[in-house]
């Protein structure tokens, strides 16, 4: 996944697949980051996604598992609060948690931070609303529903993040 520039919220989610030694690109999709581009340093509320590699260990959300391998938690909990903008409502439905400040192996929304509470976490690949996330990355329905379907905890899923300059160096 990665944005054009430092402060921008628009993104590319790219899929890739090992095919013996090499990798290929299978599927892309355009997304959203968070509202104010991508950061090194992630602080609670900088409304930037986390530059780095982190691994996808866990799944859940509001609707039934679509046939995913990964761990499965379904819950109304993931709904989103009906105060935010009707537009996010369906934000969680499908939610893969980033392995960014979390204890994989819990559900996503697990609120336990091994970093502290000060470097954020909570960090989802979610459906997207169009338009930036408070650090998260957001996609389709459809392309989640691949991923989810697609990613196999044997094959130790990554995700690799950021804007197109912090992932060159």
């Given amino acids: 996944m990665y944005g054009d520039g430092k402060d921008s919220?628009?993104?590319?989610?790219?899929?890739?697949?090992?095919?013996?030694?090499?990798?290929?690109r299978v599927r892309g999709w355009?997304?959203?980051?968070?509202?104010?581009?991508w950061t090194a340093d992630h602080t609670l509320g900088d409304e930037?996604?986390?530059?780095?590699?982190?691994?996808?260990?866990?799944?859940?959300?509001?609707?039934?598992?679509p046939g995913t391998r990964l761990p499965y938690t379904r819950s109304v909990d993931y709904e989103a609060p009906r105060w935010w903008e009707r537009s996010h409502w369906h934000d969680f439905d499908?939610?893969?948690a980033?392995?960014?400040?979390?204890?994989?192996?819990?559900?996503?929304?697990?609120?336990?931070?091994?970093?502290?509470?000060?470097?954020?976490?909570?960090?989802?690949?979610?459906?997207?609303?169009?338009?930036?996330?408070?650090a998260c990355v957001s996609m389709s329905r459809p392309a989640m529903e691949y991923l989810l379907r697609t990613l196999d905890p044997a094959g130790h899923p990554v995700v690799l993040m950021g804007d197109r300059a912090a992932l060159k160096s």
């Fill in 98 to 134: 980033i392995d960014y400040n979390r204890v994989p192996g819990n559900p996503p929304d697990d609120p336990t931070r091994p970093e502290g509470e000060e470097k954020g976490g909570g960090i989802w690949l979610h459906l997207d609303h169009g338009s930036g996330t408070s």
């Fill in 9 to 24: 919220a628009n993104a590319t989610v790219v899929f890739y697949a090992k095919r013996g030694r090499l990798w290929e």
């Fill in 48 to 65: 930037r996604s986390p530059v780095g590699v982190f691994t996808l260990s866990d799944a859940g959300g509001v609707l039934a598992d």
């Fill in 94 to 96: 499908y939610v893969i």
């Fill in 30 to 37: 355009p997304g959203h980051n968070g509202k104010k581009g």
